[in-house]
């Protein structure tokens, strides 16, 4: 079979991370030593550049430049959240044509991976011979089939570490703290606050994820408990926490055009659970106050993880590599080999087993009560975080 030659386009979807450039710059760097790619686009801001014909040359960018670029966080190229549909697909072939494309990278979760299908579907139905490969990034670590997700492991050390230094501001004044973490569906991120625990009596006392129904007379019940033994209480809430009936204890009621209701932005979920809290101590004289973590998880520098930062390089140069060598269309997914030293590949998946759905926490890493977590979860989260640094005691 004849090799597919080229011209490629990379795009950016979905919410930043603070190694996503990485991916990005790991592609570029792998696509100029390969004969059969002859020209690297940028599509600015994903799907919606590509059908804007919006695009930047990234042949001409200097190492030294790209570099930089891949150690700054946020997308470097734009990001979008758009779920293109057939006339959208249709303008795309037609763009990928008069640039003479043949290979599609996109970076992004679950809903970039379905919009990547829906591309190379229409690709095989309009006999365009190209391929398309999907490159993993999503702070929520909910994508399927891979272990972990590119860019979860840097919000993580940074959930950790802003646990740290709350629990030990919770202690100096006591009181009740309650900080809200991303994370709709999946709980990975808010799990992450544990790892601020290194003493008995080390917050967060109580972390609630989306995973188990979440009960407000129990919620009460735990707080009071937590205060009693502790004389104080630091709360992790994942923002997509929701009762029996499926509704989330707080959101904006506005969706995304992936259907996704929105639930970052606001304070609403900490002002709710704030409420329950001083409605519980009733009569009490009690501290109570709320922060919700926000879009600060996503990009933050400085608190990179280094394995992260690695993989997300490797997981940008596995697809290009993969696309010029292979014949199938994919996900690019992780494959841990061991925790200790810590080590991992890189695989394809088909497109079909990331694309739409996604994952969540294990039923191991979750205690009985559904307050906390269990040391399952730590083994697993830590490798990927790094070490943290020491906290002091008198």
């Known amino acids: 079979m004849q090799a597919l030659k080229g011209k490629m386009v990379i795009g950016q979807s979905g919410g930043p991370t603070a190694v996503i450039n990485q991916s990005l710059v790991g592609a570029v760097l792998a696509a100029r030593g390969q004969e059969n ?3 690297i686009l940028g599509a600015r801001h994903g799907i919606q550049g590509i059908m804007d014909e919006n695009f930047i040359d990234l042949t001409t960018q200097s190492a030294e430049q790209l570099e930089q670029v891949a150690g700054t966080p946020a997308a470097a190229l734009g990001s979008v959240r758009l ?5 959208e697909c249709e303008r795309v072939f037609e763009v990928f044509k008069k ?10 979760g679950n809903d970039s991976a379905e919009t990547a299908h829906i591309i190379a579907e229409m690709a095989i ?6 391929r398309t490969v999907h490159i993993p990034k999503t702070i929520d670590n909910d994508l399927r089939v891979t272990d972990h997700c590119p860019g979860f492991a840097s919000a993580a050390r940074f959930v950790a570490l802003a646990f740290m230094g709350d629990d030990r501001d919770n202690r100096a004044l006591s009181g009740i703290k309650i900080n809200v973490v991303m994370g709709r569906h999946a ?3 808010t799990a992450a606050s544990a790892l601020a625990r290194q003493n008995e009596g080390d917050g967060p006392h109580l972390i609630y994820l989306p995973e188990r129904v979440f009960d407000v007379a129990s919620f009460k019940q735990d707080v009071r408990d937590a205060v009693a033994k502790y004389g104080r209480c630091v709360v992790a ?6 009762d029996a009936d499926g509704n989330p204890i707080a959101s904006t009621g506005e969706r995304d055009s992936h259907g996704n209701i929105q639930l970052s932005g606001t304070g609403a979920l900490g002002d709710c659970l704030s409420a329950h809290v001083k409605d519980a101590f009733s009569g009490e004289k009690v501290r109570v106050r709320a922060d919700t973590f926000g879009y600060l998880q996503r990009s933050y520098p400085t608190i990179i993880s280094e394995i992260d930062a690695g993989e997300a390089r490797r997981v940008g140069e596995f697809a290009v590599n993969h696309a010029v060598t292979g014949t199938e269309n994919g996900s690019v997914a992780i494959r841990r080999l061991s925790s200790d030293p810590y080590e991992s590949e890189c695989f394809i998946t088909p497109l079909s087993t990331v694309a739409r759905e996604a994952t969540e926490m294990k039923g191991e890493y979750i205690n009985e009560a559904g307050n906390d977590v269990t040391q399952a979860w730590i083994d697993y989260v830590a490798p990927l975080v790094g070490d943290l640094p020491k906290m002091g005691n008198l």
């Open 83 to 87: 779920k293109p549909g057939k006339e």
């Open 187 to 189: 709980g990975f991120l």
């Open 99 to 108: 640039q003479g494309v043949r290979y599609f990278f996109y970076i992004g």
């Open 37 to 39: 790619i002859t020209g």
């Open 125 to 130: 139905e309009a006999n365009y011979d190209f």
């Open 237 to 242: 809430a994942s923002e997509g926490i929701a």
